[in-house]
């Protein structure tokens, strides 16, 4: 019966605080139809993009980021949670571009030459763009010049860097000491993750911090934008 009521709640019925509670269970339930749904429903009630952002979408994604943390949610649920965000997103990135709404800060973000896994990376990536960082997603096996020539480009804040295999964890050394030689390391925040790192290979191979997983690669970046834009 609670099944059958469920798929019954008239999104447009609710008032704004119920609807956004709603969308913080619809986003937690993957639900991505009822994600532009209620993204649109708000809109139309005269809401800011930067508020649909920030109360609806970032803060259902805090939840997710807690639970999948505490081993409550895992990957494929936490992915149907991102990919339910996405569909809010691309209604919500032309008003916010519109806006003039700067993002926290830029990221480019990329799994290191040998390692081809991508779950985690792209959940990161996922969690940063919903906290309101623009992200560059290199995918996979990069090799340092792919990091350098993004770099170049896309004149980032942070570098984020993957691996999940132990024999791909040195060359993420590769990466800084080569950003270190060109004389560039210090214009950016290094952050880097995965399953075997920790904290100690983080501080030993030059990275500006080690994050543990999504919810706190969120955390850390954007803390350390906000320590940048105070100094």
């Not at 609670?2 to 509670?21: C, F, Q, T, W």
């Not at 990135?93 to 830029?106: F, M, N, V």
């Not at 980032?156 to 050394?173: F, N, R």
């Not at 990466?175 to 390391?185: A, N």
């Amino acid at each position: 019966m609670a099944d059958d009521y469920d798929d019954e709640i008239d999104l447009s019925s609710l008032p704004d605080d119920e609807l956004v509670e709603q969308m913080h269970d619809d986003l937690y339930d993957g639900l991505r139809d009822e994600i532009i749904e209620g993204t649109e429903i708000l809109l139309e009630r005269g809401w800011e993009a930067t508020k649909v952002l920030d109360e609806a979408l970032v803060e259902g994604m805090r939840i997710v980021g807690i639970d999948f943390r505490d081993g409550i949610l895992f990957v494929p649920e936490v992915l149907m949670s991102a990919n339910a965000m996405k569909g809010g997103m691309a209604i919500l990135r032309p008003l916010l571009a519109e806006t003039g709404a700067e993002p926290i800060g830029k990221v480019i973000i990329g799994t290191v030459k040998g390692d081809i896994h991508d779950i985690g990376k792209n959940l990161v990536a996922m969690m940063l763009e919903g906290a309101g960082f623009e992200v560059i997603n290199l995918g996979i096996d990069n090799p340092v010049e792919n990091y350098l020539n993004a770099i170049e480009e896309h004149q980032p804040d942070i570098v984020g860097m993957s691996a999940l295999l132990t024999t791909t964890m040195p060359y993420m050394k590769v990466v800084i000491d080569t950003m270190v030689e060109k004389g560039i390391r210090d214009d950016y925040i290094v952050l880097v993750g995965g399953a075997p790192l920790n904290e100690e290979f983080g501080k030993a191979i030059g990275a500006d911090a080690y994050c543990r997983d999504a919810a706190v690669a969120v955390e850390t970046a954007q803390t350390l934008i906000a320590e940048r834009h105070a100094a």
